[in-house]
């Protein structure tokens, strides 16, 4: 069984930061598919970032250079470093753990 839970969301006003963590118990393992997406009211779930076992990231083109993912194997966390951030970045942002598990987001609100 694996449980994510988010945290770190919240209101921020635009070109400001945000720092999204996920912690994943259960059975991870370090050589985990980690990904970050985000929903926004009306729209459908999109990718934000991902990193591989390699440490191996990719990254939507509207988050490129504004946006870090990283991993603490030692932690099982993920994060989701968030700066210059825009109003089109309110979403829900996701936790997800090898395309199958899910956390239950935290709410990112940016307001103009």
């Known amino acids: 069984q694996v449980q994510l839970v988010e945290s770190g969301g919240g209101l921020v006003q635009a070109g400001g930061s945000l720092r999204l963590s996920c912690a994943a118990s259960?059975?991870?393992?370090?050589?985990?598919?980690m990904g970050w997406y985000r929903q926004a009211p009306g729209k459908q779930r999109e990718l934000v970032a991902t990193?591989?076992?390699?440490?191996?990231?990719n990254y939507a083109d509207v988050v490129k250079g504004r946006f870090t993912i990283s991993r603490d194997n030692v932690k099982n966390t993920v994060y989701l470093q968030m700066n210059s951030l825009k109003p089109e970045d309110t979403a829900v942002y996701y936790c997800?753990?090898?395309?199958?598990?899910w956390g239950r987001g935290t709410q990112v609100t940016v307001s103009s």
């Open positions: 997800n753990l090898n395309r199958i598990f």
């Open positions: 990193i591989a076992s390699g440490r191996t990231t």
């Open positions: 259960g059975s991870v393992f370090s050589t985990d598919y």
